[in-house]
C-alpha cells in the first residue's frame, strides 16, 4: 500500500492505495482507510452501525457484547503490554511508608491478583483464560520465563500481621475489623495514579481499594491524564498503575530498575527511586550478553532480587483485540507492533 497528496485529511483519516509495484504482486484490497477517533467507545459504535470495517481496541468490558453480534468476529491474542503495580520508593515526592520493604509486602500480601482477574476478565467474558503474569518484561509463552512472583500470594491476616510487627496502630487484628494502620507518624494512606479514560484501571483501583481497606491500607483515586507526560518523570506520585511493553531483547532494562543518577544520566526512566547494586549490576551484565540462554538467566536473577524488594508487582499480560466484519478474509491478530497490518496485502473482501 502506498499514499497519495490527497490521501491525508489532518486528525480525520488517512488512505492508503494498492502499490502496483508491490514485490509480492497484486494486492486483494484496492485502498484503506484509516480513520482517527478518540475513543473505543466510538469505534465499537461505529462498527456496529456499518461505519468500520476493523478496528484493534484494548479490551474492555463494553466491547464483549460485539463478541456476540452478529456478522462480527473478534481474536483474542496474547499482547505485548503486561499491566503492574509500582510504588515510588523514593524518588524525589515519595510518601516516607513506601520506602520501607515490609509495607509494600504488606500492601501486595493484602491485594488478590487472582480474583482481580477473575472478576475483571472471567466474568465479564473479556479473556476467560487470562492468568495471572509472575515476571515482568518476559511473558508465559517464552521458554525462559520463571515465576518469580509466584510466592506472592492473596494473604490479608499476613499483611495485617506485618503491620502489627513494625509498630504500627489504629488497624485491624483480622480482616474487615476496620481502622486504618499509623506507622511511625504516617498514616497507611496513598494515591493510586493511572491515566484518565481507562474503564478497567477504574475498576481495578475499586477492587484494590476494597481489599486493602479490610487490612488498615487506604488508597484514594489519583487518575490523572498527565501521569505519562508529566508526573511519573517527576516522581510526582505514590502508587502507579500501569503498562509497559515487553520486547524479546531484555537489554536496556538497567534503565527502570538500575540504582538511577541524574549526575551522570543513568537510569533517567527509574520512576521509583528504587536502587539495588546486585540488581543494577546483572541488568548491566544482559546488555552485554547476546546468548540468549545465558541472557534470560541474568534476567530472572535480576527479576527475583526485584520480587523479594517488592517495588513492582507484575498483574496481567494484556490481551489483544481484532473486532471485524466476518466476510473479510484473512485478518489475523498480530501482538507484535507490525498489528493485524502485518499481512494486510492478502487480506480479501
Not at 46 to 57: C, T, Y
Not at 77 to 88: A, Q, R
Not at 232 to 254: H, M, Q, R, V, W
Not at 281 to 292: G, W, Y
Request: aromatic share 12%; proline share 4%; charged share 20%.
Amino acid at each position: 500500500m502506498m499514499s497519495n497528496q490527497n490521501a491525508w485529511v489532518h486528525g480525520r483519516q488517512l488512505t492508503l492505495v494498492r502499490n502496483p509495484k508491490w514485490w509480492l504482486g497484486k494486492t486483494k484490497l484496492s485502498s484503506i482507510v484509516f480513520r482517527f477517533y478518540p475513543d473505543s467507545q466510538t469505534e465499537a459504535q461505529q462498527i456496529r452501525s456499518g461505519e468500520l470495517d476493523v478496528f484493534n481496541p484494548q479490551p474492555q468490558v463494553f466491547l464483549v457484547p460485539l463478541r456476540h453480534t452478529s456478522g462480527l468476529r473478534t481474536q483474542i491474542g496474547n499482547g505485548v503490554n503486561f499491566e503492574h503495580i509500582d510504588f515510588n520508593i523514593g524518588f524525589r515526592r515519595s510518601q516516607p511508608l513506601l520506602s520501607k520493604l515490609w509495607l509494600r509486602q504488606a500492601f501486595a500480601y493484602g491485594i488478590d491478583r487472582k480474583g482481580l482477574i477473575n472478576a475483571l476478565f472471567t466474568k465479564t467474558g473479556i479473556d476467560p483464560g487470562l492468568a495471572v503474569l509472575n515476571n515482568v518484561w518476559m511473558f508465559p509463552g517464552n521458554r525462559f520465563y520463571k515465576a518469580n512472583w509466584v510466592f506472592l500470594k492473596h494473604n490479608a491476616q499476613k499483611a495485617i500481621n506485618l503491620m502489627k510487627s513494625h509498630g504500627c496502630t489504629g488497624g485491624p487484628s483480622r480482616p474487615g475489623q476496620g481502622g486504618t494502620w499509623t506507622c511511625q507518624g504516617h498514616r497507611a494512606a496513598f494515591g493510586l495514579a493511572w491515566r484518565s479514560g481507562n474503564q478497567l484501571r477504574t475498576l481495578t483501583f475499586e477492587a484494590l481499594q476494597s481489599e486493602l481497606k479490610t487490612i488498615g491500607i487506604e488508597i484514594h483515586a489519583d487518575d490523572s491524564a498527565d501521569l505519562f507526560t508529566s508526573r511519573l518523570p517527576k516522581g510526582e506520585y505514590d502508587i502507579a498503575l500501569y503498562a509497559n511493553t515487553g520486547s524479546p531483547d531484555l537489554s536496556g532494562l538497567d534503565n527502570l530498575y538500575g540504582c538511577r543518577n541524574d549526575a551522570t544520566n543513568y537510569a533517567q526512566q527509574n520512576y521509583s527511586g528504587y536502587c539495588n547494586a546486585r540488581v543494577t549490576r546483572l541488568l548491566k551484565q544482559v546488555n552485554l550478553t547476546f546468548n540468549a540462554k545465558r541472557q534470560a538467566a541474568l534476567f530472572n536473577n535480576a527479576t527475583a532480587q526485584i520480587a523479594k524488594d517488592m517495588v513492582t508487582i507484575p498483574l496481567y499480560q494484556k490481551p489483544t483485540y481484532l473486532i471485524y466484519k466476518a466476510h473479510f478474509k484473512g485478518l489475523k491478530e498480530n501482538a507484535t507492533y507490525e498489528t493485524f497490518e502485518w499481512n494486510i496485502g492478502r487480506v480479501a473482501y
